[in-house]
């Protein structure tokens, strides 16, 4: 795997989903990809949303979303 660079993380200290230092965040890569953390969803509710078997999706917080938007200038 490439090396992964922070491009944001929430704070431990906001009001979000961290467990200690384990907070969604979101990388890149020297390529250019995004590599998203957060809390994986329950097979239930993706097979709601037809996700192939060699895709996920994880649960990412309005505030991390803004904080990218706003540090990215979209």
Request: hydrophobic share 30%; net charge negative.
């Amino acid at each position: 795997m490439n090396n992964l660079n922070v491009v944001v993380t929430m704070s431990s200290k906001s009001n979000g989903p961290c467990r200690g230092s384990a907070c969604p965040s979101i990388f890149t890569d020297e390529c250019g990809n995004y590599y998203f953390q957060g809390k994986i969803v329950p097979s239930i509710d993706k097979k709601k949303l037809n996700i192939p078997d060699d895709e996920d999706i994880v649960l990412i917080p309005e505030e991390l979303v803004n904080k990218f938007i706003e540090k990215n200038g979209i």
